[in-house]
């Protein structure tokens, strides 16, 4: 049984590799500004905790338009969608970096919140229609991969950049590449997966609504959002917690922030020996108690080479429960999976957007180390009520479709 589990890279359409393209261009930009937070907050005379407001709006915008977004990919093309997208967050970086206000540079975030919304869904939801259910987690790691690179990259390219260009000369690099990318994955895509004729109409739209949310595996979304409050909601004060520790290095903070997508770049090779051996139930609760484990080390203020370890065992578990919510997310609906998954992506980063509230509220009033102890046992916690509560079960529509 697990065999074709352990072996389908071989067998993986060649798309793939252009869909993770067009991820690895879009995840460039994710947390580009995390490592130079404490510059933005010093040139317009802001706190660390306004300036990361900049990753709650662009969680909350990439979240909001999901639905929309989802329904556009269905109905209009998906690749075409995600084509635009590129282009929009492209020119939002580059307009933020000659922004000369604050409430401009936030406005460039929302720009780049949407631009970004209409790639990664998208990207998973093409996956999915590449390949069946049995090789869907191998494959989605693939694709993963790219996003995976780009984090790593991206964060790590901020934090030298931001040493040497600061944190202007950090988004107009990044907006030149993700246009020039998205020149190169129209190239990939050229023909019939960008004419491809849609399929879904609005009264499809409305019957996958409620094929998704009838589904009791619709839980997934309740557990991905969790999943971005307590882990991703963190990172807007990694390097602060670093400058609080004398390190005012923004490479350093890079780096240690690049550590979480080392880790989802490892869980990428390995998830196809690690599934099989543990099955959807042993990834859920390993990754949730890696994370768990992380959270409490870095609650403790340890140095910036111990963190960037505990970040990539982060990176590592969160990606072992969170690939697994993934798949339970791309078979709520076949008919309507690109909206699926874009609902998937906003709760996602609906819990990204009141992670860096929420952290921020609890370190003021309950200190960093009770803090980061309680978003671990909330975590931890997640990976065993998935494995009680979800269930692997055919779709809806396919089961109807099938009879």
């Not at 987690?137 to 991969?145: E, K, M, S, Y």
Request: glycine share 12%; with cysteine.
């Amino acid at each position: 049984m697990p065999q074709p589990a352990t072996r389908p890279h071989d067998r993986m359409p060649p798309a793939i590799n252009i869909i993770a393209i067009a991820n690895f261009a879009a995840s460039l930009s994710a947390r580009a500004l995390d490592p130079v937070l404490p510059h933005v907050a010093d040139e317009f005379s802001i706190s660390i905790s306004t300036a990361a407001s900049f990753a709650a709006v662009f969680a909350f915008t990439f979240a909001v338009i999901q639905p929309v977004l989802g329904a556009a990919a269905d109905m209009l093309g998906k690749v075409r969608l995600m084509i635009a997208c590129l282009v929009v967050l492209g020119f939002a970086n580059m307009l933020g970096a000659v922004a000369g206000s604050f409430p401009l540079l936030f406005a460039t975030r929302i720009l780049a919140g949407i631009g970004s919304g209409g790639v990664f869904p998208v990207a998973l939801s093409l996956t999915s229609d590449l390949v069946g259910p049995e090789k869907r987690q191998v494959a989605i790691g693939r694709t993963l991969a790219g996003s995976m690179t780009g984090n790593l990259l991206g964060a790590s390219f901020s934090g030298v950049v931001g040493d040497f260009l600061g944190w202007r000369g950090v988004l107009a690099i990044l907006g030149l590449l993700v246009v020039a990318a998205s020149v190169a994955v129209a190239a990939g895509f050229r023909g019939k997966a960008i004419t491809h004729p849609p399929k879904t109409n609005l009264r499809m739209l409305r019957h996958g609504y409620r094929t998704i949310f009838t589904n009791p595996n619709a839980l997934c979304y309740a557990a991905v959002f969790i999943e971005g409050c307590c882990v991703l909601g963190l990172f807007p004060y990694l390097a602060s917690f670093l400058f609080d520790l004398g390190e005012k290095s923004l490479s350093i903070a890079g780096i240690v922030i690049a550590g979480f997508a080392l880790g989802g770049l490892f869980y990428t090779l390995t998830v196809s020996r690690f599934l099989p051996r543990l099955g959807v139930n042993g990834m859920m609760i390993t990754g949730a108690a890696l994370v768990g484990i992380q959270l409490a080390a870095l609650a403790f203020g340890p140095g910036w080479k111990i963190q960037v370890t505990c970040l990539l065992l982060m990176g590592w578990g969160f990606y072992m429960i969170h690939g697994c919510l993934q798949v339970f997310a791309s078979e709520l609906s076949v008919e309507a999976r690109a909206t699926a998954l874009s609902l998937h992506s906003f709760f996602f980063f609906m819990g990204q957007t009141v992670g860096p509230i929420a952290y921020g509220f609890g370190i003021r009033h309950a200190g960093k180390t009770t803090t980061l102890l309680t978003a671990a046992v909330i975590i931890t916690s997640l990976g065993f009520i998935c494995t009680r509560l979800l269930r692997q079960r055919p779709p809806a529509d396919a089961t109807a479709g099938a009879n």
